[in-house]
């Protein structure tokens, strides 16, 4: 793993003192700055440059990521956000991106999350270290957030004492965002209504943690993996286990499966479950699962449906590439090839599917190299890890449900601590 760090840089006040005080605690780490241009306002350019030009004299490494097709939409632009700022440390091969939200970030977002439906498990909120939100590019990064103890205010504080300059987006005013109302009318700081939510929030990624490693371990045991990118459940032992504990791992296994960006919803989770139950044949999420309970790619997703709702899913690479398909592989294409669900397709001679269900084969993954002209392609039907084609089925189980850590290298308390020794320095 390369010792690099990288940061989100909009060059507003949270950033801008995270940017110094990265600085100050890894003084011999090539940093990078990732600047995202969302281009929803006309002076959105000339701030990139300026912010790229003030990290660039702090001695970080500066990157404007543009947003193509910008829409103000508070939801759309952070999904844009967290896609830009993972390609862009997949790029690098950073493994570790630091973002400058506070205590005050947290308390909006749960204050948020409260009032919407979904049990307790909407208040885990943010932790200091989670897994990218995106999928497959955040794969294998970690976001780190040094001050999420630290106020808002403090980080002001601490750029006033160094005499930073930093830029205030004016849509942090604009009350027509929920976060913004949501400021405009903050709980008063350290009091019982503050104190109340954190400690609930705090309870709830308790309980979400041991939930997770209790799927896990229920997975382990009840769910094998087939080498074309299924897996077989054992309805007898899922059955057996406390209900939190199978949702949590059906959902789990559906987003392993699947290759799916967004989460199933919990009644889709919960309908695969009591199909499984059942011995049951059901389509939900982007997965299939037979009655048998072997789970799959769900053909239709991959293959185009006939109303239009999916279209077919298709990477073409030329030699030397590296692509992903599906959100369940990673191919390295050592000549020209196109990557495709096999579909109706006769599988190559030298193939037999008779360990694969009837329902799920037309899902199956296929690498065609050469002229598509009948007679002159060659057909790959890889069905496991070669030299040049990899699942992601268990990295996508594992980052789900696992604790996500820092590389050992880290310190995640050394900026935080920067910036209290600094303020508590006298004038």
């Given at each position: 793993?390369?010792?690099?760090?990288?940061?989100?840089?909009?060059?507003?006040?949270?950033?801008?003192?995270?940017?110094?005080?990265?600085?100050?605690?890894?003084?011999?780490?090539?940093?990078?700055?990732?600047?995202?241009?969302?281009?929803?306002?006309p002076?959105?350019?000339?701030?990139?440059?300026?912010?790229?030009?003030?990290?660039?004299?702090?001695?970080?490494?500066?990157?404007?990521?543009?947003w193509?097709?910008p829409?103000?939409?508070?939801?759309?632009?952070?999904?844009?956000?967290?896609?830009?700022?993972a390609?862009?440390?997949?790029?690098?091969?950073?493994?570790?991106?630091?973002?400058?939200?506070?205590?005050?970030?947290?308390?909006?977002?749960?204050?948020?999350r409260?009032?919407r439906?979904?049990?307790?498990?909407?208040?885990?909120?943010?932790?200091r270290?989670?897994?990218?939100?995106?999928?497959?590019?955040?794969?294998?990064?970690?976001?780190?957030?040094?001050?999420?103890?630290?106020?808002?205010?403090?980080?002001?504080?601490?750029?006033?004492?160094?005499?930073?300059?930093?830029?205030?987006?004016?849509?942090?005013?604009?009350?027509?965002?929920?976060?913004?109302?949501?400021?405009?009318?903050?709980?008063?700081?350290?009091?019982?209504?503050?104190?109340?939510?954190?400690?609930?929030?705090?309870?709830?990624?308790d309980?979400?943690r041991?939930?997770?490693?209790?799927?896990?371990?229920?997975?382990?045991?009840?769910?094998?993996?087939?080498?074309?990118?299924?897996?077989?459940?054992?309805?007898?032992?899922?059955?057996?286990?406390?209900?939190?504990?199978?949702?949590?791992?059906?959902?789990?296994?559906?987003?392993?499966?699947?290759?799916?960006?967004?989460?199933?919803?919990?009644d889709?989770?919960e309908?695969?479950?009591?199909?499984?139950?059942?011995?049951?044949?059901?389509?939900?999420?982007?997965?299939?699962?037979?009655?048998?309970?072997?789970?799959?790619?769900?053909?239709g997703?991959?293959?185009?449906?006939?109303?239009?709702?999916?279209?077919?899913?298709?990477?073409?690479?030329?030699?030397?590439?590296?692509?992903?398909?599906d959100g369940?592989?990673?191919?390295?294409?050592?000549?020209?090839?196109?990557?495709?669900?096999?579909g109706?397709?006769?599988?190559?001679?030298?193939?037999?599917?008779?360990?694969?269900?009837?329902?799920?084969?037309?899902?199956?993954?296929?690498?065609?190299?050469?002229?598509?002209?009948?007679?002159?392609?060659?057909?790959?039907?890889?069905?496991?890890?070669?030299?040049?084609?990899?699942?992601?089925?268990?990295?996508?189980?594992?980052?789900?449900?696992?604790?996500?850590?820092?590389?050992?290298?880290?310190?995640?308390d050394?900026?935080?601590?920067?910036?209290?020794?600094?303020?508590?320095?006298?004038?």
């Amino acid at each position: 793993m390369s010792e690099a760090l990288a940061l989100g840089f909009s060059g507003g006040g949270d950033s801008t003192a995270l940017l110094h005080a990265l600085r100050a605690a890894f003084p011999d780490l090539t940093l990078h700055a990732l600047i995202v241009d969302h281009q929803l306002r006309p002076e959105s350019a000339t701030e990139a440059a300026d912010s790229a030009d003030y990290a660039r004299s702090l001695g970080a490494e500066p990157h404007i990521l543009r947003w193509t097709a910008p829409r103000k939409n508070q939801a759309a632009a952070r999904q844009a956000r967290h896609r830009l700022l993972a390609g862009a440390c997949e790029g690098l091969g950073v493994h570790l991106l630091c973002l400058g939200h506070t205590l005050d970030d947290r308390i909006e977002t749960l204050r948020m999350r409260a009032k919407r439906e979904g049990g307790w498990r909407t208040l885990t909120g943010m932790t200091r270290f989670d897994a990218s939100p995106v999928w497959p590019e955040g794969r294998e990064l970690t976001v780190a957030r040094p001050f999420l103890e630290l106020r808002r205010a403090e980080l002001r504080d601490y750029l006033n004492r160094i005499e930073a300059r930093w830029i205030e987006d004016s849509s942090n005013e604009d009350a027509q965002y929920e976060r913004v109302q949501l400021r405009q009318k903050a709980y008063p700081p350290g009091g019982p209504a503050e104190h109340g939510l954190l400690s609930l929030s705090d309870q709830s990624v308790d309980a979400e943690r041991l939930l997770r490693s209790a799927a896990w371990r229920l997975v382990e045991r009840a769910v094998s993996w087939t080498p074309w990118g299924g897996a077989r459940l054992n309805a007898d032992m899922v059955s057996l286990a406390a209900k939190p504990m199978a949702l949590r791992a059906m959902e789990a296994v559906m987003l392993a499966v699947s290759g799916e960006a967004r989460t199933p919803s919990p009644d889709g989770v919960e309908a695969c479950l009591k199909a499984l139950e059942a011995r049951e044949a059901h389509t939900q999420s982007g997965v299939l699962l037979t009655a048998d309970g072997v789970m799959g790619r769900d053909p239709g997703a991959v293959l185009g449906r006939a109303d239009g709702g999916a279209a077919p899913v298709v990477l073409e690479l030329q030699a030397g590439e590296v692509g992903l398909f599906d959100g369940r592989f990673e191919v390295r294409a050592e000549t020209a090839c196109r990557v495709e669900a096999l579909g109706e397709r006769s599988p190559p001679d030298d193939v037999s599917l008779a360990d694969v269900p009837q329902a799920l084969r037309q899902s199956l993954t296929m690498m065609t190299i050469g002229a598509r002209a009948e007679g002159d392609e060659i057909v790959h039907l890889p069905l496991g890890d070669t030299d040049n084609w990899s699942l992601l089925c268990m990295t996508r189980l594992r980052r789900w449900l696992l604790p996500c850590d820092a590389p050992a290298w880290f310190d995640g308390d050394k900026s935080a601590l920067h910036i209290r020794s600094a303020l508590a320095k006298t004038v």
